[in-house]
C-alpha cells in the first residue's frame, strides 16, 4: 500500500493550465476599443504587444510581491467570458479543481516573478523584512516555497443560508449573511510531517482533512507502524484560519420560522476581513465536519471515582485519551460549515467608511464612476440641497419636512473628535420620535434600516438589555466563554432603529446609557472583562402613554423614560393625529396613489443610489467651527439657559454639544469645510422645537384690558427664536396666508393675556374650591357678604408671589412663559 502508484488527474491538470492562459492573456472588453492591439493568442510569449496595463491579471500577479500578498483576486465573471465550459466545470467540482488552480498561479510567478516564488530562509515566522529581502536579491532556493491561493469573487448566483443542502457540498457558490461573531485568529495544520516512533521514517506532507490527521502506515516495508508518530512542527505548513458565526439576513427569514446560522472558516489573508454586524458575501464551498458538540450529551452528571488500585501500572493506563478516529460513523453526526475563499463586506459598494477614521473627499470621489462624478456635482451646486435630501428621505411617507430634516443631519452626524487624553467625544445623533398611533413613525425607521449601512431595527418591547448591548455564551466546542454582539455592537458606525422604546423596561433602559453617550459597551462577566465599541446613532419611536398624546401634560409625563435617557436624546420630534379636513384629504390621495401606482407615483427629487453616494461624499468632510459661529454658539447656549432658573436643569451642556453636532452636519450638508453662522442658527432653530415640545401647553386667560405695550424685543432675536407649537410639528406645511383674519389678529394681540400652566391652573382652582368650602362652612347663612369682599378674601389666601409673576406677565403679554413641574 505505501508502495502504490499516484493517479494523475488529467483532467484537472488541462483546467491549470487554461486557467494560466486565463492569467496571462485576458483582456478585458472595454480594452478592445481603447486603441489598436496585438491578439496575444498569435504571439508565443504570452503576451504579445499588449500593454501591461490591459492585462488585469498579470500585472496583479506581477505586483505581488510589492503588496506582500499571495492571494490572486479573480472575476468570475471574466473566467466565465475567457472560457465559459471550464469556468462551468469548476463551479461544480471546485475542490477537485482548486488544488490546480493554486499550483498554476505558482505557475505563472515562477515564470514572471521568480524572486518572489521562496521563502526567506530565516529562523523569524512571518518576517516580512526578510521575504523583501529575499525578493530583492534575485530569491532564496534554500527557503520553502510559497503557497499561492486563488479568490473568486461576483459569481452568478447568491445562495440563501436556507438553501445550502448535501448537495451543494463540493461546489463553488456564493453566500450571504450577517456575521453575529467572530472568534480570534488561530494558526491551521495544512500539511503536516510526522516521524515514526519505531524507525524514525519521516513522512512529509500529510493533508489534514479539517482534524488532526496522522499517516495511515509507515512507508519503511519493514515497519507497520500505524499509531505512533511524532509531529515535526518545523517542517509543516501551517496557515492563519479564523471561524466567523454567519446568520442569514432578515429579509430571508421566511414568517415564523427562527433565523439559520452557519460557520464559516476563513483562512489565510481573508481573517478579520468581517466584523460583528457586517453584512457580508462570502464565495466558498460547503463542507461536512464533524459536530462535535454533540458528543457533550446533555442530562449525563460528572460524578467522583475512586482512582483504580495499581497507579500506572494499571491496564488500560497507557492508553490515553481517545479521539476522533475512535468513534464510528452512527457515533457521530456532521454538521455543515462554508470553506470561504472570499469575503466581501456589501455595505463597501455603497457605504461611507469608519466614521472614525480620516477620509479624503477626492479619494470617496476616486471610486466613482463618470457618470456619478458628474451627478455629485449637480447634487453639490444644489443651492436648496438641503431642503431636497430631506424631500427625498422617505418619500412614501407625505409631510413630516421637520423630522425628514432630522433624519437627514442624523444620516451624516458629527464629527468624531478625541481629547488629548484619550476620552471620545461622539459626533453621531441620537432621535426620538414621540406621537400618536398610525402617525408613520415605524415606516421612518424601516427607510432608515434599508438605507443606512450597518443599521439593525428592533422592538423594545422585545429586546433585552443582554440583546441590545451584548452577552456573554459558552462556546460549544472550545468551552471557552465568547462574547455574542447585541443590536448596538452590530449597528456599530451605522443606525440602530428601536421602535416601542417606550414599552422598554427600565432596568433594560438603563444599559443603554452608555452606549448612547459614550459609544461603550462595558462586560465584566464569566471572567470576560471588555470595552466593546457600540458607535452608533439612534432612532428610537415611541408612543404616549395614555394611547394619544396629551398636551394638557409635559413630554416627560407622556412618555415612560427617565430623565437620562431622555438627556442623551439630541432631538424629539412630536407628531400629533389632529382633525384637519384639507391635511386629511392630501394624506388619503397620497396613500392612495401609492398603492394604486406604487413606485410610478413616488417622485423624489433624488434617486435612492443618489442620495447613498451623496452620503458618502459629504461624511468624508471634517468641518471646522468658523470663531463667529463659536461666539454665536456660546450666546445662544446662554439664552438658553437663562430663559427660566427654575428649569436650566432641562438644558444642559448635552445640548450645547447637541448643537455643534447638528452645525457640523448641515456643513455636510453643504460639503463646506467650515461652521459658518448659518448653520448655527439653522441647529438652533431645531434644537429650539425639539425643546419646546418639552414644555406644558399653557392657558391663556383673556383678561378684556387693552394692552398699551406690545413686544419690544428686536426683530433678529424674535426670528432666531420662532414660536413653535406642538400641533405643528405633526405635518410640516407651510401656512397659507390670510390677509382678511389680520384684522382680527391685531385686535386679539392688543388684548392683554394671562399665561398660565396647567399646574398652575390646577393648582389655583383647587386652593379656590378648598377656600370657599371653608368659608361657606364657616358662615354658611352669611349672605351679607358682597362679592367685592369675597373677592379679596380669596386674592390674600392665594400665595403673593404668584400674584407677582401674574401681574408681571399680565403686563408682557407676548413673553414667552416656562415652567417646569419639579417631580
Known sequence: MANAAHVADQFSEQIGHVFCDFIERFIPPQAYMESEWTDPASDPAGAGNVSLDRLPYLKQVISLPQVQSTTLMVDFRDFASFNDMVATYTMQHYVRVEPFLRRAVQTVVHKHVPHYLYKAASTNFGTQAADAATAGAGGDRSGPMRDFWVSFFNLPKVSRLRELRGEHVGTLDSLSGTVTRTSEVRPELLLGSFECAECQTVVHNVEQQFMYTEPIMCQNPTCQNRIAWTPLLTQSKFCDWQKVRVQE??????????????????????????????????????????????????????????????????????????????????????????????????????????????????????????????????????????????????????????????????????VHKKTVEGINLRGDLNICIVGDPSTAKSQFLKYVATLAPRSVFTSGKASSAAGLTAAVIKDEETGEFTIEAGALMLADNGICCIDEFDKMDIRDQVAIHEAMEQQTISIAKAGVQATLNART???????????????????????????????????????????????????????????????????????????????????????????????????????????????SHRVTVRQLESMIRLAEALARVHCDETVSVAYVREAYRLLKKSILTLESSETEIDLGMEELALDDRPGDEAAAAPTVDAAAMDVDEPAPAAPAAAPAAAAAAGRAKLQITQDELHSMTNLFVLRLQQARGDAPGDAADDGNSRTDELKSSYPPHFISNSSTRINNPDQQTHHVDEH
Not at 458538540?293 to 481517545?322: C, D, I, T, Y
Not at 471610486?367 to 431636497?388: K, P
Not at 443610489?609 to 461624499?617: A, G
Open 537 to 647: 446613532s439612534i432612532l428610537a419611536a415611541a408612543n404616549p402613554v395614555h394611547g394619544r398624546y396629551d398636551k394638557r401634560l409635559t413630554l416627560r409625563q407622556n412618555i415612560a423614560m427617565s430623565a437620562p435617557i431622555m438627556s442623551r436624546f439630541d432631538l424629539f420630534f412630536v407628531v400629533l393625529d389632529e382633525g384637519d379636513d384639507n391635511i386629511d384629504l392630501r394624506i388619503a390621495e397620497h396613500i392612495v396613489n401609492v398603492h394604486r401606482h406604487r413606485d410610478a407615483h413616488l417622485t423624489p427629487e433624488y434617486s435612492l443610489d443618489r442620495v447613498q453616494r451623496y452620503l458618502r461624499f459629504a461624511r468624508a468632510f471634517q468641518p471646522q467651527l468658523a470663531p463667529d459661529a463659536a461666539v454665536l454658539l456660546k450666546q445662544q447656549y446662554k439664552e438658553l439657559r437663562a430663559e427660566n432658573d427654575h428649569k
Open 249 to 414: 439576513n432578515p429579509n430571508e427569514i421566511p414568517s415564523g420560522a427562527m433565523p439559520r446560522s452557519i460557520d464559516v472558516i476563513l483562512r489565510h489573508e481573508m481573517v478579520e476581513k468581517a466584523k460583528a454586524g457586517d453584512k457580508v458575501r462570502f464565495t466558498g464551498t460547503v463542507i461536512v465536519i464533524p459536530d462535535i458538540a454533540q458528543l457533550a450529551v446533555p442530562g449525563h452528571k460528572v460524578e467522583a471515582a475512586r482512582a483504580p488500585a495499581g497507579g500506572r501500572a494499571a491496564p488500560g493506563f497507557a492508553e490515553g485519551v481517545s479521539g476522533l478516529k475512535a468513534l464510528g460513523v452512527r457515533d457521530m453526526g456532521y454538521k455543515l460549515a462554508f470553506l470561504a475563499c472570499h469575503c466581501l463586506p456589501e455595505s463597501q459598494k455603497n457605504v461611507w467608511a469608519d466614521a472614525t477614521d480620516a477620509v479624503d473627499p477626492a479619494a470617496v470621489a476616486e471610486t466613482m464612476t463618470a457618470e456619478e462624478l458628474d451627478e455629485l456635482r449637480e447634487m453639490v451646486a444644489d443651492a436648496n440641497i438641503y431642503n431636497s435630501l430631506a424631500r427625498s428621505i422617505a418619500p412614501h411617507v407625505w409631510g413630516h419636512e421637520e423630522i425628514k430634516r432630522g433624519i437627514l443631519l442624523q444620516l451624516l452626524g458629527g
